[in-house]
């Protein structure tokens, strides 16, 4: 059973544009929601991350929303580039819980000139 | 890629044999992981280190094994290889559980 469901699957955008990826969690007891960015061939790489103490948080063109009640956050990038093309994964975790971290299923970005 | 180094990077071998991946970091993280990666699964946990010697099972650990006898290194074995097991395979690193995670570069594994 996939413990944080992601959408969409893949998403093309143009340049400038705003990219939207959606993921949805049900275990209450998750409290740390970090997102990872991988190009190909290479590793993935942590891009953010957000506890559920905070509703948003921005760094640089990257914002997570995250909205508690519903169990679903959410990762926008203002001002898509070229290369911001990559597969994004949103994971999961309960630290308190010492528990494992959760991946999605990955959307594979492509924002095109 | 954070002082992280998997080996080998490409790997094709047949059904049946042994396979051992090799992961070796140089930050001294306490923690380690092996993950998989698969289309439409993302990437799964098949074991973790929390020390020399300690380790425990991730989500998809049938069929592994593995042995962390100094900090620095964490083996990947496959003791009988299968087709299923085709994926690649990557390590990681942190300095505390499941947070700020650095990939190594990844292993290709065909089964054949």
């Known amino acids: 059973q996939q413990q944080v469901k992601q959408s969409p699957q893949s998403l093309i955008v143009q340049k400038g544009g705003i990219s939207i990826i959606n993921c949805a969690y049900e275990n209450t007891a998750f409290d740390y929601f970090p997102w990872y960015q991988q190009f190909p061939g290479k590793g993935p790489a942590l891009l953010i991350a957000i506890r559920p103490d905070v509703s948003e948080k921005k760094e640089g063109r990257f914002t997570i929303s995250f909205n508690k009640s519903a169990k679903q956050f959410s990762l926008h990038i203002m001002d898509s580039q070229p290369g911001d093309s990559a597969t994004y994964f949103c994971?999961?975790?309960?630290?308190?819980?010492?528990?494992?971290?959760?991946f999605g299923t990955g959307t594979r970005l492509t924002v095109i000139p | 890629d954070a002082g992280i180094t998997q080996s080998p990077r490409h790997k094709v071998t047949e059904t049946g044999t042994p396979v051992t991946l090799r992961c070796h970091q140089t930050e001294n993280h306490r923690y380690m992981y092996w993950y998989r990666q698969d289309p439409g699964h993302g990437l799964r946990l098949i074991h973790y280190s929390y020390g020399v010697k300690d380790t425990d099972k991730g989500e998809v650990s049938d069929g592994y094994s593995v042995s962390r006898s100094k900090t620095e290194d964490f083996l990947l074995t496959l003791e009988s290889a299968t087709s299923s097991q085709t994926s690649v395979y990557f390590c990681?690193?942190?300095?505390?559980?499941?947070?700020?995670?650095?990939f190594g570069s990844g292993t290709q594994l065909s089964v054949l």
């Open positions: 994971a999961a975790t309960s630290q308190t819980g010492a528990n494992n971290l959760f």
């Open positions: 990681a690193i942190s300095p505390r559980r499941s947070e700020k995670l650095f």
